[in-house]
């Protein structure tokens, strides 16, 4: 078992920046990647960002590429998610997500082949 514990998010106006901590605890010896994902009201959830475990690679949806950063210590096992030039149409419930198998680097972006979620931190951008 592996628990995900999500901290930061919160309300800020359009242009500003927010942070989202991930901490993993539990069986975390086989991690192979952790993720961010997210889901709006009345939408399916989407890849936001990606981070290899091994060798810190990362990967980004095109909407949040260049805005958004994701980072990994692996000593805390922790993976943050810095946002920032944030828009309305980021607004969302963000959730972690960790990956405890080895696939092809494609599977970073996509949701069932991530073990474990976290309960998810609303982000809400206003204009």
């Known amino acids: 078992q592996v628990q995900l514990v999500e901290s930061g998010g919160g309300s800020v106006q359009a242009g500003g920046s927010l942070r989202l901590s991930c901490a993993a605890s539990g069986r975390t010896y086989t991690t192979t990647a952790m993720g961010w994902f997210r889901q709006a009201p009345g939408k399916d959830r989407e890849f936001v960002a990606a981070i290899s475990w091994s060798g810190g690679n990362t990967y980004y949806a095109d909407s949040v590429k260049g805005r958004f950063t994701i980072s990994r210590d692996n000593a805390k096992f922790t993976v943050d998610l810095q946002m920032d030039d944030l828009k309305p149409e980021d607004t969302a419930v963000y959730s972690c997500?960790?990956?405890?198998?080895?696939?092809?680097?494609?599977?970073?972006?996509?949701?069932?082949?991530?073990?474990?979620w976290g309960q998810g931190a609303q982000v809400t951008v206003s204009s």
């Open positions: 997500a960790i990956m405890l198998s080895t696939y092809y680097s494609g599977s970073y972006y996509k949701a069932p082949y991530y073990d474990y």
